[in-house]
């Protein structure tokens, strides 16, 4: 029997794992209220121990934010993948409308986690740290876009930052819309007025 797929399939194990927790705390905080759950009933509900449970997460916010941290990592991959020449902010509004297509219509539970988030000081912090991890590398990633010295990386992490708060706002904007406004209008608007303060 050959061991070199093993490793694949650990690691494809752990993510289901990883995802079914999420999954199980986004459902029940939108069910019951954020503070009216526990991570063992999370863990319950995923079908784990509270021990598994920590080997993921180091709390139930952590769980909850765990589809923001894997958003922000496929966008920050969708940068990385784009033409090495394109400049900085071309780059990042390129990526925002593909991702923005490729997410579609946001789903009613989505919308739910949005609201939710906004109403626990916990949420928004586990968020700002998320976004705050992906900013830093967000600007090393413009830093070799730029054809203007930058030694201070003050651009870069300027433009990184400009970028994710611009795209913060749109949803949040969004979430207080009437129905039927598209995210991509309220995103394409604030990106070009960011775009225009950083030029």
Request: no cysteine.
């Amino acid at each position: 029997m050959s061991t070199t797929a093993e490793p694949g399939l650990r690691e494809r194990k752990k993510a289901a794992t990883r995802q079914a927790l999420h999954e199980s705390a986004v459902r029940l905080a939108i069910d019951h209220g954020l503070d009216r759950i526990t991570v063992e009933a999370i863990a319950d509900d995923a079908g784990v121990s509270r021990r598994t449970f920590s080997n993921y997460f180091g709390s139930k916010e952590e769980a909850l934010m765990y589809g923001d941290f894997q958003r922000v990592q496929r966008l920050l991959d969708a940068v990385r993948a784009r033409p090495a020449g394109e400049p900085p902010w071309a780059a990042l509004t390129a990526v925002a409308a593909d991702f923005n297509r490729e997410l579609g219509g946001l789903d009613p539970q989505r919308v739910a986690q949005g609201r939710l988030v906004r109403t626990h000081p916990t949420l928004l912090a586990a968020q700002t740290q998320t976004f705050a991890a992906v900013e830093r590398e967000l600007a090393a990633e413009v830093a070799k876009r730029l054809t203007e010295p930058d030694p201070l990386g003050v651009h870069a992490r300027m433009t990184a930052a400009t970028f994710l708060v611009a795209l913060r706002v749109s949803v949040n904007m969004w979430l207080d819309a009437p129905p039927g406004t598209a995210l991509w209008d309220l995103a394409e608007e604030a990106l070009a007025t960011a775009g225009r303060g950083l030029g």
